[in-house]
T-cell receptor, first 111, second 113 residues
Framework: KQEVTQIPAALSVPEGENLVLNCSFT??????LQWFRQDPGKGLTSLLL?????REQTSGRLNASLDKSSGRSTLYIAASQPGDSATYLC??????????FGAGTTVTVRA | KAGVTQTPRYLIKTRGQQVTLSCSPI?????VSWYQQTPGQGLQFLFE???????NKGNFPGRFSGRQFSNSRSEMNVSTLELGDSALYLC????????????FGPGTRLTVT
């Protein structure tokens, strides 16, 4: 059974600081790993998708790395802004196309 | 390209009633998945449909059911509502292969009183 863990559960940083969010998973046989952002009461916005054959993926200020052998992914957000305040979730699909989600990291960026 | 749409966005029902939620996937996407999100349990998988066939089902009671139409639109139904069914219900669409990106809709907030 795939278990996905995100540490820390919450994070508060001053504006301009870089953010480092961690995601670990127990079964390394994954197709890909996806990072999402969720604002309170809203749906999930896809941020980055890393295929199992990739080591990292970048989009603007966001960079995500994937180390399948150690079962870890890290999302880096450079030069954080108050608008980056949200909950960030990582998810991995299983063979049956079900996504297993971590519990998320709630980020607060203080102005 | 339009994103995933869900209707209605908000619902208030009383215990014992039933409810139907609708999800329209991104054009060309054939897979639709449903998730329940609650503060205590997080995101839990309900079921997934591909080309009108249910391929996967999560650990929810039989009161939760779904279907997919030939145009890939999907509905989920919850019968005999319980207070614990209050949640944000999210649907996601993808092309249908395991390596493809999942796109989520805005969700339907269901409150059972």
């Amino acid at each position: 059974k795939q278990e996905v863990t995100q540490i820390p559960a919450a994070l508060s940083v001053p504006e301009g600081e870089n953010l480092v969010l961690n995601c670990s998973f127990t079964d390394s046989a994954i197709y890909n790993l996806q990072w999402f952002r969720q604002d309170p009461g809203k749906g999930l916005t896809s941020l980055l998708l890393i295929q199992s054959s990739q080591r990292e993926q970048t989009s603007g200020r966001l960079n995500a790395s994937l180390d399948k052998s150690s079962g870890r992914s890290t999302l880096y957000i450079a030069a954080s802004q108050p608008g980056d305040s949200a909950t960030y979730l990582c998810a991995v699909p299983l063979n049956d196309y079900k996504l297993s989600f971590g519990a998320g990291t709630t980020v607060t960026v203080r102005a | 390209k339009a994103g995933v749409t869900q209707t209605p966005r908000y619902l208030i029902k009383t215990r014992g009633q039933q409810v139907t939620l609708s999800c329209s996937p991104i054009s060309g996407h054939r897979s639709v998945s449903w998730y329940q999100q609650t503060p205590g349990q997080g995101l839990q998988f309900l079921f997934e449909y591909f080309s009108e066939t249910q391929r996967n089902k999560g650990n929810f009671p039989g009161r939760f059911s779904g279907r997919q139409f030939s145009n890939s639109r999907s509905e989920m139904n919850v019968s005999t509502l319980e207070l614990g069914d209050s949640a944000l219900y999210l649907c996601a669409s993808s092309l249908g292969q395991g390596s493809q990106e999942q796109y989520f809709g805005p969700g339907t907030r269901l409150t059972v009183t």
